[in-house]
């Protein structure tokens, strides 16, 4: 299948600071990128979806203000995590879409943790 | 909104036939998908389904779609331990590019 990369894998902030976290597609061109955010033990949230060169749709009860968006080529799409606070520690999963065959792949995912 | 469910759990010995359950309420699903999670790592795509087929079948994972009763399996021949994991269906409505809805997800745990 294709591949999906996720940077970083782990990261460590303070609040009040804010955390960039990258997904990039290695070897086809995502038209649409979707960010999930999982709670341990629990089932994948998705909180926007991304299409390269226009605004993130955000899911309700996401803070676009507060995770922001860019999709600003095919093959890379990034999430900022502004003014982190200990409730935002989750792990962040981004997936990849052709937009032409039904496959979505998934990045490794990131272990964010706000202290 | 769209409803998917899995058992939690699910343990079966190693060489014997997993097979995990999915409902699902959305009717208008196009495409419905099973996904792989191990410990700290994003999801590994096993296989999918469209909605116009009944089953579907990839070396050890056979697939069966009942879409009357809205529901969807997956099921591992001789299952291995290195198949323990987290198991998730999805399903989306429109097919390529949409957003997929996830079940719960069942662990499975495979004992010697």
């Known amino acids: 299948g294709a591949v999906v990369s996720q940077h970083p894998s782990r990261v460590i902030c303070k609040s009040g600071t804010s955390v960039k976290i990258e997904c990039r597609s290695l070897d086809f061109q995502a038209t649409t990128m979707f960010w999930y955010r999982q709670f341990p033990k629990k089932s994948l949230m998705l909180m926007a979806t991304s299409n390269e060169g226009s605004k993130a749709t955000y899911e309700q009860g996401v803070e676009k203000d507060k995770f922001l968006i860019n999709h600003a080529s095919l093959t890379l799409s990034t999430l900022t995590v502004t003014s982190a606070h200990p409730e935002d520690s989750s792990f962040y999963i981004c997936s990849a879409s052709n937009g032409r065959a039904p496959e979505q792949y998934f990045g490794p995912g990131t272990r964010l943790t706000v202290t | 909104g769209e409803d998917v469910e899995q058992s939690l759990f699910l343990s079966v010995r190693e060489g014997d036939s997993s097979v995990i359950n999915c409902t699902y309420t959305d009717s208008s699903s196009t495409y419905l998908y099973w996904y792989k999670q191990e410990p700290g790592a994003g999801l590994q795509l096993l296989t999918y389904?469209?909605?116009?087929?009944d089953m579907k079948q990839d070396q050890r994972l056979t697939v069966l779609l009942n879409k009357k009763d809205k529901h969807l399996s997956l099921r591992i021949a001789d299952t291995q331990t290195g198949d323990s994991a987290i198991y998730f269906c999805?399903?989306?409505?429109?097919?390529?590019?949409?957003?997929?809805?996830f079940g719960t997800g069942t662990r499975l745990q495979v004992t010697l």
């Open positions: 999805a399903e989306t409505p429109t097919g390529t590019a949409s957003k997929l809805t």
């Open positions: 389904i469209f909605s116009n087929m």
